[in-house]
């Protein structure tokens, strides 16, 4: 297991390293300069000062390391307009977009699993056949479709959720009103992780309700809710948390969406006003620290496959 570890670890740097050369690399490739934006209709000598303090008078791959070394130190330096510290910007900004992102997950997996399980033990019948005509679709319904929907019908034509004027608060402070702000922006990420997960999981469970095993249980008089949730759920799972892993990326998107839709302020609207005012420091930081998560989620997804599977955890001790 620590080989696994060290393994693992070793290609995540190696990765995150690429990662940061190619987004600093296209990223400054990008037409402006964060000097001309920092000065404006300033002197030449603010624009020459700033060049200065920016290293953006140094050749590419020292002004690449120099970017870099602030990085690995916690320096992540200033957004070009306002000038502000873009760790302040980041603290305020990332709790919006995680807990929107976590909370969209738990409500897909609250729904999907029993629609799943349901559909599994009893396939081809009623339910199953609505619940797939529902999921293929909800699969047809993108993001920034289902979004304005969800705002148009259940906060101004039935005013049940606030709208995009309402503060957010946060959710230590103010938990429910927290929840009720976040439910359409997170259900509008939901639906179509919902689709995913009902339709990956009823396809790996009703395999698994074929195997021997299950067989045993059942002649061993265990009850269906007993087979379900002890012995057929668990192994059902390894697509599900797979697709999860794969998902990361398009939950980003569908958060940055949503975001723009419900007036969040979150990393996905910092980051799309941080492209509309050239504000290139905060575009590297903000795709860069998006690389890291999606990376560092990944692998762990890919140790948890030794947690739900045994024989992944022996095959790889061996």
């Given at each position: 297991m620590l080989r696994l570890f060290a393994r693992r670890g070793l290609e995540l740097l190696v990765t995150l390293f690429l990662v940061s050369l190619v987004t600093f690399f296209f990223t400054s490739k990008l037409p402006g300069s964060e000097a001309a934006v920092i000065c404006g209709a300033s002197s030449r000598a603010c624009l020459r000062k700033e060049e200065a303090i920016l290293y953006?008078?140094?050749?590419?791959?020292?002004?690449?390391?120099?970017?870099?070394?602030?990085?690995?130190?916690?320096?992540?330096?200033?957004?070009?307009?306002?000038?502000?510290?873009?760790?302040?910007?980041?603290?305020?900004?990332?709790?919006?977009?995680?807990?929107?992102?976590?909370?969209?997950?738990?409500?897909?997996?609250?729904?999907?699993?029993?629609?799943?399980?349901?559909?599994?033990?009893?396939?081809?019948?009623?339910?199953?056949?609505?619940?797939?005509?529902?999921?293929?679709?909800?699969?047809?319904?993108?993001?920034?479709?289902?979004?304005?929907?969800?705002?148009?019908?259940?906060?101004?034509?039935?005013?049940?959720?606030?709208?995009?004027?309402?503060?957010?608060?946060?959710?230590?402070?103010?938990?429910?009103?927290?929840?009720?702000?976040?439910?359409?922006?997170?259900?509008?990420?939901?639906?179509g992780s919902i689709a995913v997960y009902q339709r990956l999981l009823r396809a790996d469970m009703i395999a698994t309700l074929e195997q021997d095993f299950i067989v045993m249980a059942r002649a061993k008089g265990l009850t269906t809710r007993r087979i379900l949730f002890r012995h057929a759920l668990r192994p059902s799972t390894f697509g599900v948390v797979t697709v999860g892993g794969l998902q990361i990326g398009s939950l980003i998107v569908g958060a940055i969406i949503a975001e723009q839709v419900f007036g969040l302020t979150g990393i996905g609207s910092d980051l799309v006003l941080a492209v509309t005012k050239a504000d290139l420091p905060t575009v590297q930081v903000i795709t860069l620290l998006v690389a890291v998560v999606y990376i560092a989620l990944n692998l762990l997804i890919d140790l948890l496959y030794t947690v739900i599977d045994p024989r992944v955890r022996r095959a790889r001790a061996t």
């Amino acid at each position: 297991m620590l080989r696994l570890f060290a393994r693992r670890g070793l290609e995540l740097l190696v990765t995150l390293f690429l990662v940061s050369l190619v987004t600093f690399f296209f990223t400054s490739k990008l037409p402006g300069s964060e000097a001309a934006v920092i000065c404006g209709a300033s002197s030449r000598a603010c624009l020459r000062k700033e060049e200065a303090i920016l290293y953006l008078n140094h050749p590419f791959f020292a002004r690449y390391f120099h970017w870099l070394g602030n990085m690995f130190t916690g320096s992540l330096g200033y957004s070009a307009a306002p000038t502000e510290p873009i760790a302040t910007i980041l603290k305020t900004a990332y709790p919006v977009t995680l807990e929107l992102i976590v909370f969209s997950q738990v409500m897909a997996i609250l729904v999907a699993v029993p629609l799943a399980m349901w559909s599994a033990v009893r396939p081809n019948r009623l339910f199953d056949r609505l619940s797939t005509a529902g999921t293929f679709a909800t699969l047809a319904l993108p993001v920034f479709i289902v979004g304005p929907l969800l705002r148009f019908f259940f906060s101004v034509e039935l005013p049940i959720f606030p709208g995009t004027s309402a503060s957010l608060p946060s959710l230590w402070s103010n938990p429910l009103q927290n929840l009720n702000v976040l439910f359409l922006p997170s259900l509008t990420i939901a639906i179509g992780s919902i689709a995913v997960y009902q339709r990956l999981l009823r396809a790996d469970m009703i395999a698994t309700l074929e195997q021997d095993f299950i067989v045993m249980a059942r002649a061993k008089g265990l009850t269906t809710r007993r087979i379900l949730f002890r012995h057929a759920l668990r192994p059902s799972t390894f697509g599900v948390v797979t697709v999860g892993g794969l998902q990361i990326g398009s939950l980003i998107v569908g958060a940055i969406i949503a975001e723009q839709v419900f007036g969040l302020t979150g990393i996905g609207s910092d980051l799309v006003l941080a492209v509309t005012k050239a504000d290139l420091p905060t575009v590297q930081v903000i795709t860069l620290l998006v690389a890291v998560v999606y990376i560092a989620l990944n692998l762990l997804i890919d140790l948890l496959y030794t947690v739900i599977d045994p024989r992944v955890r022996r095959a790889r001790a061996t």
